[in-house]
């Protein structure tokens, strides 16, 4: 719900609201009183302050996650002819990102439990063209990394982590992205934390960092900001084609701030999703997310799932929702399914398409009372018959 929605509606219950405060607003009002708004030593500061957060030698700030897929896709020169196999149940940017660099998408299915890829489901659509793999870590619950690293390296392909959800979600106790070849993050308003708009990616390859860092600002051999910098004219060069994807110190600003509270808001989602799942536990026909085996999800979206025998419809409840003032959002989307891929042709995706259809997102944030909660349960409750 955007800002304007919520004045117009006061008691209504939002999905989610970003946890903005005093802090974000002077650290970036800093940014601009600094005279450096563009590209600078804020976004600096905040690569080395995230890539440190996840585990990885480099972080790459640009103006998206579906920016920081594109450019991930490219370090592994990637084009027409290959095929990288994706999740159809992600937002479309992750299949979207393949056909920026010429090469084939190809859908896989996912497992119930948590909406992700496994070593399974990708070996059924594996070809001798299957160049990666692009795993996502669905709405904030992780992927099995650690299985999908040790499939990929026996079938010589590369695996790239789309963690767009994923900031303070965790496999084996460590950052999701931790050790990943190449990992994209995203920090719009809807994620864990907020630039904005912005993204990242994260790799321990120097040289794709330093050619990342080279694309993202047109290919220029040096950046900008090195070269207002210097105490001596520089002249660039543009080794090759570049992007306009950079990130602004604003934006980096407002992330370090993010940054620092991290740990803070994944406690508070965590907190507000226990209570969530201890209380659905009397609403029959409805499977709430959870924690994988392998890790620790971030809860960035509480989806629940309608058993086939529910009552009423995903599409019905979320009206219902709505009238009691309560707003959901259906669940994630089956990009096969959309008209942007009609005629591209896939696999049987009967998991995929059960979790799209019958899937909504509840509302968590981190102002959320118990009150806004009950009113959310009730509702369920009453519809459920129970």
């Given amino acids: 719900m955007t800002a304007p929605d919520r004045a117009a509606a006061p008691d209504r219950i939002p999905v989610m609201v970003p946890w903005l405060g005093e802090e974000e607003a002077k650290a970036a009002a800093d940014a601009v009183l600094s005279g450096w708004v563009a590209q600078g030593p804020r976004v600096t500061e905040f690569e080395r302050a995230f890539a440190e957060r996840v585990g990885a030698e480099h972080g790459i700030a640009v103006s998206s996650c579906t920016t920081a897929l594109h450019l991930a896709l490219v370090a592994l020169d990637l084009g027409p002819g290959d095929e990288v196999i994706v999740p159809s149940l992600s937002f479309i940017a992750t299949a979207n990102a393949v056909r920026y660099v010429g090469a084939r998408p190809v859908f896989a299915d996912v497992e119930e439990a948590t909406g992700n890829l496994t070593p399974a489901t990708v070996d059924a659509v594996r070809t001798p063209r299957t160049k990666a793999v692009l795993a996502v870590h669905q709405g904030g619950v992780p992927a099995d990394v650690h299985a999908l690293r040790a499939a990929c390296a026996e079938w010589e392909v590369a695996l790239v982590e789309d963690a767009a959800c994923g900031i303070g979600a965790t496999v084996g106790g460590k950052s999701v992205g931790h050790g990943a070849l190449l990992a994209a993050w995203s920090f719009h308003p809807r994620k864990v934390i907020t630039t904005g708009e912005g993204g990242m990616v994260t790799t321990d390859d120097a040289q794709w960092a330093q050619r990342l860092r080279r694309l993202r600002e047109h290919g220029m051999n040096v950046s900008a900001a090195q070269r207002h910098a210097s105490s001596k004219p520089i002249v660039e060069s543009y080794l090759e084609v570049g992007y306009n994807y950079r990130m602004t110190d604003i934006q980096a600003a407002v992330g370090l701030v993010q940054l620092g509270r991290l740990d803070e808001i994944v406690a508070r989602r965590r907190a507000l999703a226990a209570r969530y799942a201890e209380l ?107």
């Fill in 280 to 386: 659905l536990r009397e609403v029959p026909g409805l499977r709430p997310v959870r924690d994988p085996a392998h890790g620790q999800g971030n809860f960035q979206s509480y989806w629940v799932l309608l058993a086939q025998d529910f009552p009423v419809g995903r599409d019905e409840l979320l009206a219902v929702l709505s009238e009691a003032g309560i707003s959901a959002r259906r669940g994630i989307m089956a990009s096969h399914l959309e008209p942007a891929y009609e005629g591209h042709g896939a696999a049987a995706l009967p998991v995929t398409e059960r979790i799209s259809r019958d899937s909504l997102i509840l509302p968590l944030f981190h102002t959320m009372t118990e009150a806004q909660q009950d009113r959310v349960v009730a509702v369920l409750r009453d519809r459920a018959g129970g």
